[in-house]
């Protein structure tokens, strides 16, 4: 089970590029690095899952009025708070529990599943921003998880932006569809960083590009097992 993060003050005021805003500084107070961490926040766990990114500024802004910063830094468990994320998170909830790990939607089991869910952007953009420049200003979020995850086994890139965010961060140069295609992990020093589809429906329709819907859904189901052999290999 994860005790819980103190999130140093670099990271709290940690500048975003332009287009960008730092959570922290909008009225966000934690306890969480990640909004996304009320789904799945185990920092003792060996699974890091990273999306692209969290909800655009605005989104987040608009239920900070509507219901005060716990609310707006969690994710959406189908409570009317947001309009985005349901079916992401429903999804990866079934994938998970497939390969093992005790994952449901409302997040009681958030502190010992296992696994830790957060974004490769941790800032937030304006909404039609493309998220290359906050993906790269994120370094030091990323480098301060992998000092607090000591278990970290396997990194689940969820989508192209988070997988080339990855890359980027290490000095690696693999692509996600090559990756994916070949459904076999980066290795990097103890990590092996894997290329995944995100869980929504535009991330499953990138799976395979000329194909039905259930033989995406088959592609990614043998996608997350492979995830599931690598995490049970000692």
């Not at 089970?1 to 005021?13: D, N």
């Not at 766990?45 to 909800?55: E, I, M, V």
Request: proline share 5%; hydrophobic share 40%.
């Amino acid at each position: 089970m994860s005790k819980r993060l103190s999130i140093p003050k670099r990271i709290r005021e940690l500048e975003p590029p332009s287009g960008f805003e730092n959570p922290f500084a909008m009225g966000i107070r934690g306890p969480h690095l990640f909004a996304t961490e009320t789904l799945c926040g185990d920092w003792s766990g060996d699974l890091l899952l990273l999306a692209q990114d969290f909800a655009p500024a605005s989104a987040v802004k608009a239920v900070l009025e509507d219901y005060g910063p716990e609310a707006a830094w969690r994710h959406n468990d189908g409570d009317g708070r947001y309009n985005i994320g349901l079916q992401t998170n429903s999804n990866l909830c079934g994938l998970l529990t497939m390969i093992g790990r005790a994952v449901e939607l409302k997040g009681e089991a958030s502190k010992e599943c296992g696994v830790l869910y957060g974004n490769a952007c941790f800032f937030l953009k304006d909404r039609n921003r493309k998220l290359g420049k906050g993906v790269s200003a994120s370094k030091p979020v990323f480098e301060f998880v992998l000092s607090k995850m000591p278990r970290l086994k396997v990194i689940g890139c969820l989508g192209d932006c988070a997988f080339e965010g990855v890359m980027g961060w290490l000095g690696l140069h693999n692509s996600w569809r090559t990756q994916i295609d070949m459904r076999k992990p980066v290795r990097h020093n103890h990590l092996q960083i894997f290329a995944l589809a995100h869980p929504g429906q535009l991330g499953i329709n990138n799976r395979l590009l000329s194909a039905t819907n259930s033989e995406r859904v088959a592609a990614i189901t043998a996608d997350w097992r492979a995830i599931g052999r690598a995490l049970r290999a000692r």
